[in-house]
T-cell receptor, first 113, second 113 residues
Framework: DTGVSQDPRHKITKRGQNVTFRCDPI?????LYWYRQTLGQGPEFLTYFQNEAQLEKSRLLSDRFSAERPKGSFSTLEIQRTEQGDSAMYLC???????????FGPGTRLTVL | GENVEQHPSTLSVQEGDSAVIKCTYSDSASNYFPWYKQELGKGPQLIID?????GEKKDQRIAVTLNKTAKHFSLHITETQPEDSAVYFC????????????FGRGTSLIVHP
């Protein structure tokens, strides 16, 4: 197993456009998490899934953000009508269970012009 | 909610010296404390963690100590090497919070050869 993968690694978009990111967790990891990281800060929690169920969303996740995990495998994070303030690194992590270690992917760096 | 403070924000040492990074947390219910290392362009990677039923844990040149009474925990790196240069994040999580970690703001460790 090669770990958590994310695609794309970099995305540059114009303000107002929609973007979608994909995360493939470690196989058989039931939990999948999305975080946002800005320069000089630690990762900030956005949302997480237990299998296909989205169990918690942070207040950071505005209504322009939506995440899915169909069939409990890969996940997508979509941002609609992007704003410059959305520019950040979007990190995905997965774990086998609630108490197990979270393993992070390499992230998708989003730049909104 | 949980608040994690991390110090220093930057730490510069000579190769072979020891490095210590300190974190404090606010929620006494937190009982799991992971440390992550993030290299440029990569996602955070777990290097060591500690649960509240132990006061110290060591793995080769890395050790973590936990003082539950004072609500602080520290990362100790001995015999530092240039490849230890990275940003280090502490985090705290608790069962009532679905073990979603709250991260510190990070410490940029620079090891000079």
């Amino acid at each position: 197993d090669t770990g958590v993968s994310q695609d794309p690694r970099h995305k540059i978009t114009k303000r107002g456009q929609n973007v979608t990111f994909r995360c493939d967790p470690i196989s058989e990891h039931n939990r999948l998490y999305w975080y946002r990281q800005t320069l000089g800060q630690g990762p900030e929690f956005l949302t997480y899934f237990q299998n296909e169920a989205q169990l918690e969303k942070s207040r950071l996740l505005s209504d322009r953000f939506s995440a899915e995990r169909p069939k409990g495998s890969f996940s997508t994070l979509e941002i609609q009508r992007t704003e410059q303030g959305d520019s950040a690194m979007y990190l995905c992590a997965s774990s086998r269970t609630e108490t197990d270690t979270q393993y992070f992917g390499p992230g998708t760096r989003l730049t909104v012009l | 909610g949980e608040n994690v403070e991390q110090h220093p924000s930057t730490l510069s040492v000579q190769e072979g010296d020891s490095a210590v990074i300190k974190c404090t947390y606010s929620d006494s219910a937190s009982n799991y404390f992971p440390w992550y290392k993030q290299e440029l362009g990569k996602g955070p990677q777990l290097i060591i963690d500690i649960r509240s039923n132990v006061g110290e844990k060591k793995d080769q040149r890395i050790a973590v100590t936990l003082n539950k009474t004072a609500k602080h925990f520290s990362l100790h790196i001995t015999e530092t090497q240039p490849e230890d240069s990275a940003v280090y994040f502490c985090a705290a999580s608790k069962p009532g919070g679905s073990y979603i970690p709250t991260f510190g703001r990070g410490t940029s460790l620079i090891v000079h050869p």
